[in-house]
């Protein structure tokens, strides 16, 4: 499957940007292929579903703007060399949630700014670098104001000569009270690749309840030496321990039909490993 036969079935809808509101059919998830520069302002409360994806290498900047009560889920899928800049704002009330899956050598960092009260913002990210690839996730997430949650959750896998990178702030403003922020990364590192992690936490504000963690480590022998007792091979059993690794993430994609086609890449990139 591919998203332009998703395209021509119907079951999404292109688009190139601009204003969503009441009079934009958001009843099917919204598809951007291969931005140069994408901005979109989301002015309405319906749920709104929105796809893109990199298929051919480029330098790429997203601008996403929630209004009061806007609702958005975004699912980003890169599988061409990228440096792509995204960057959310979120009003009063609203919420977005993001699954970012990095299958290539690409360079992507989030921005996140909570500018209104009662804003959540939810990031669930992987990134799998194969060969000589480098691939970077870098998250921002900036408390503005008081009364905001975020939620940053980011895996990355690394084999070969490859490099996996997470470079991630949690940042609090001085008036930012009640914020609740998390951050976690987890990576694997295979065959003597190798994966940078550098989380920060910056808090300005003194009634918060902010976490965060990060660990790297490599594929669980004991495991694999438990499914090779009953018949696998070590290279099987070591491709199920990793699949189950980052499907944690890709579970967590909320846009159907769009979810199926992911899952489709995720398992071709990890036959790579």
């Known amino acids: 499957m591919t998203i332009f036969e998703l395209l021509e079935q119907g079951a999404v809808l292109p688009f190139a940007g601009g204003v969503i509101d009441s009079s934009t059919d958001v009843s099917r998830p919204l598809v951007v292929v291969n931005p140069t520069r994408l901005s979109v302002d989301v002015r ?39 440096l792509s800049a995204v960057e959310i704002r979120q009003q009063r009330a609203s919420e977005c949630h993001i699954l970012s ?15 209104g009260d009662h804003c959540a913002s939810e990031l669930d990210a992987v990134a799998v670098a194969t060969g000589d690839e480098h691939a970077t996730v870098a998250v921002e997430t900036r408390h503005e104001v008081a009364d905001c949650r975020s939620r940053s959750w980011v895996k990355c896998v690394a084999s070969g000569r490859s490099t996996g990178e997470f470079r991630g702030l949690v940042y609090v403003a001085p008036d930012a009270q009640r914020t609740d922020a998390e951050q976690q990364n987890r990576n694997i590192e295979l065959d003597g690749a190798r994966i940078v992690a550098t989380p920060q936490l910056e808090i300005y504000a003194d009634d918060v309840r902010c976490s965060h963690g990060s660990t790297v480590g490599y594929a669980d022998a004991e495991a694999i030496f438990y499914m090779r007792q009953r018949g696998l091979s070590e290279a099987d059993a070591r491709r199920l321990q990793i699949e189950g690794f980052v499907r944690d993430v890709v579970g967590r994609c909320r846009t159907a039909p769009i979810c199926a086609l992911l899952d489709e890449r995720v398992v071709e990139k990890l036959s790579e490993i």
């Open 101 to 115: 899956a990095v299958l290539c050598g690409a360079n992507t960092s989030y921005k996140i700014g909570l500018l």
């Open 44 to 82: 309405t409360s319906e749920p709104v579903h929105l796809a893109v994806l990199y298929t051919e290498s480029r330098t790429s900047s997203v601008e996403i703007t929630l209004a009061e009560q806007a609702h958005v889920s975004l699912v980003e899928i890169y599988l061409a060399k990228t």
